[in-house]
């Protein structure tokens, strides 16, 4: 029996009233604050706007919560479809199973959306927000403490995480204590986060590759971790499912990293567009060339005002007046006293 253990919690829901309030969607939401803290601040560091990161994340965070749900029911369909199962079962996120590599996946496509919809560049973007995304795992992995779930080979270690009976495994239901492979990934990616944010001040990481070391520094840590783990997996060639994942990615990551920087050395210039400063539609509001409109008008009235002048112009000064008898015509016939005058008159209005 072990003097010394890490206690796990009683329950991992407590209810107010009719609500329940689970440890593992608070740990959850949690970090999704803290992502997006950190992210905004790294943001407004690099030159972007305030607001840009929640707006953006606004995308990214529902995208990537239902890929890690989709990333474990896939890979863990027997627990959903299986005979015996209930594949309702399967849409009870609070139950625990997202998958990281689901999770980053399918929330960068949500990324690219809302940075496609700002005009702002993918990976400036995940460049600011990668020591946020290992800051909320290193706090979601607590909720696996409050589900007692995904932990690792019994231990006699001082640190090992003692488990309930209703939650060992079924090979070692007499066994209390087990590694608590939650904590380890936790202070994993907190050092992550540290290792991000020291290397991008000191080598100015730029065009994805702060991202791309965020990736590459979790899957070593996610590899042994995962070897540690219990819990049902698929192997292949003796190693788990998520173990070929993290070799995979690491690889990607890695090959990213140095063509980003021979391509793409340094930081970019501008990472978000200042909207402000086009001009602006008078209809809409929104950026054109509305803002002309004015400058028109007044040629417009300045071209009414011209041909005003040229129609008085043209009108003789000196026209006949119709209550005057017209004078008899004597010999040849003379020239109209006021045709002069008409003929000036004509001219002038011609130069106008």
Not at 66 to 82: A, K, M, N
Request: charged share 20%; proline share 7%; aromatic share 12%.
């Amino acid at each position: 029996m072990n003097l010394a253990f890490i206690p796990s919690p009683s329950q991992g829901v407590v209810h107010l009233g009719p609500l329940p309030l689970r440890g593992y969607a608070f740990c959850i939401i949690i970090g999704v604050f803290v992502a997006v803290w950190l992210g905004s601040k790294r943001w407004l560091a690099r030159g972007g706007k305030a607001g840009t990161v929640a707006d953006i994340a606004v995308w990214a965070v529902p995208f990537g919560l239902v890929g890690g749900r989709l990333y474990h029911v896939i890979t863990d369909y027997e627990l959903y479809f299986s005979s015996g199962k209930d594949w309702v079962d399967a849409f009870k996120v609070w139950q625990g199973g997202l998958g990281i590599w689901g999770a980053i996946a399918l929330g960068a496509l949500g990324a690219w959306i809302g940075c496609r919809r700002r005009g702002i560049a993918l990976p400036a973007y995940a460049d600011a927000i990668a020591p946020g995304i290992a800051l909320a795992q290193a706090i979601g992995r607590w909720g696996n403490w409050f589900n007692q779930e995904l932990y690792g080979r019994a231990t006699t270690l001082p640190w090992g995480l003692k488990i309930d009976p209703a939650h060992r495994p079924e090979g070692t239901p007499g066994l209390a204590t087990y590694q608590p492979t939650f904590l380890y990934e936790s202070l994993w990616c907190v050092g992550v986060a540290l290792l991000v944010i020291w290397a991008d001040r000191r080598f100015r990481l730029g065009h994805g590759r702060a991202f791309a070391l965020y990736v590459a520094s979790y899957t070593v840590g996610r590899f042994w971790i995962e070897y540690l783990r219990v819990d049902d997996a698929h192997h292949i060639l003796g190693l788990r499912l998520n173990d070929w994942t993290a070799i995979v990615v690491f690889t990607g990551a890695v090959v990213y990293f140095v063509l980003s920087a021979r391509r793409h050395p340094g930081l970019e210039e501008v990472v978000e567009p200042d909207i402000a400063a086009l001009p602006v539609t008078a209809a809409s509001g929104e950026p054109g060339a509305g803002d002309e409109a004015p400058e028109a008008t007044e040629a417009g009235d300045t071209g009414d005002a011209a041909e005003q002048a040229a129609d008085s112009a043209a009108t003789p000064a000196d026209a006949p007046d119709p209550a005057r008898p017209d004078p008899e015509p004597a010999g040849e016939p003379a020239t109209p006293a006021g045709a002069e005058s008409a003929d000036q008159h004509e001219s002038a209005s011609k130069s106008l």
